[in-house]
């Protein structure tokens, strides 16, 4: 059974910074390309950062490119989201995803047979 675990969620003020972690057990971790994605009030799930199996490739949409950085540690089946100059449109619930499709098709999208882990909330008040 795969499970998908974050963690590092709070409230921060803009400008600030926080740091997500999310592990994984029961999916061969270093075999998978990982991703973030978020959901904010009424709005549609998107994906904010993908990255590839290896750490090789990444990817950022336009709206958090040069604040957010996507790292992984196979070793310890982590991945970590770094965000930066927080903005309260950043205020969402933050979703760890394993096995998405990722940077080497120029995309961040969930997939059949994608894992997703609970959600932790992120609030950037003004």
């Known amino acids: 059974q795969v499970q998908v675990v974050e963690s590092g969620g709070g409230l921060v003020q803009a400008g600030g910074s926080l740091r997500l972690s999310c592990t994984v057990s029961?999916?061969?971790?270093?075999?998978?390309?990982m991703g973030w994605f978020r959901q904010a009030p009424g709005k549609e799930r998107e994906g904010v950062s993908c990255?590839?199996?290896?750490?090789?490739?990444?990817y950022y949409p336009d709206s958090v490119k040069g604040r957010f950085s996507i790292s992984r540690d196979n070793a310890k089946n982590t991945l970590y989201l770094q965000m930066n100059s927080l903005k309260p449109e950043d205020t969402a619930v933050y979703y760890c995803a394993a096995a998405v499709y990722g940077p080497d098709g120029n995309r961040c999208a969930a997939r059949a047979g994608t894992h997703w882990g609970q959600g932790t909330q992120v609030t950037v008040s003004s």
């Open positions: 029961g999916l061969t971790f270093n075999g998978y390309d």
């Open positions: 990255i590839t199996w290896n750490g090789g490739m990444t």
